[in-house]
């Protein structure tokens, strides 16, 4: 069996006696088919979702509780960008994540 390598020593098959038919190709496709099986389900949740609408008031009670009430372990800073997303629009983004940007830079 001949292995190309990307990188030296990042992979090194091991072959024993009963393994010389074996197809690392094979293997990582029947893995690969087993892992896009589990995809459609996801896929509906996330259509589900895409479908729905929150209030704003949701919204900001689900950010609130997520990162204040610690309901999602997320780094907390992360809060202000996470709203900031949601409900800011077009260039406004932009301007609040630079004061992000700038605000952490001042404080590092």
Same mark, same amino acid.
């Given at each position: 069996?001949? $292995?190309?390598?990307? &990188?030296? @020593?990042?992979?090194?098959?091991? /072959?024993?006696?009963?393994?010389?038919?074996?197809? *690392?190709?094979?293997?990582?496709? &029947?893995?690969?088919?087993?892992?896009?099986?589990?995809? +459609?389900?996801?896929?509906?949740?996330?259509?589900?979702?895409?479908?729905? +609408?929150?209030?704003?008031?949701? @919204?900001? &009670? &689900?950010? #609130? +509780?997520?990162?204040? +009430?610690?309901?999602?372990?997320?780094?907390?800073? /992360?809060?202000?960008?996470? %709203?900031? *997303?949601?409900? /800011?629009?077009? @260039?406004?983004? #932009? $301007?609040?994540?630079?004061?992000?940007?700038?605000?952490? %830079?001042? /404080?590092?």
């Amino acid at each position: 069996m001949k $292995v190309a390598y990307c &990188v030296t @020593a990042v992979f090194t098959p091991v /072959l024993a006696k009963h393994s010389k038919s074996f197809s *690392l190709i094979d293997c990582i496709s &029947v893995g690969v088919d087993r892992m896009q099986r589990n995809f +459609e389900p996801m896929r509906k949740q996330v259509e589900a979702w895409q479908r729905s +609408e929150l209030t704003d008031v949701t @919204a900001k &009670v &689900v950010i #609130y +509780e997520a990162f204040v +009430e610690g309901k999602l372990e997320a780094p907390k800073h /992360l809060a202000r960008t996470v %709203h900031d *997303l949601y409900f /800011l629009c077009g @260039a406004e983004i #932009y $301007v609040a994540l630079a004061s992000d940007g700038a605000r952490a %830079h001042r /404080l590092a």
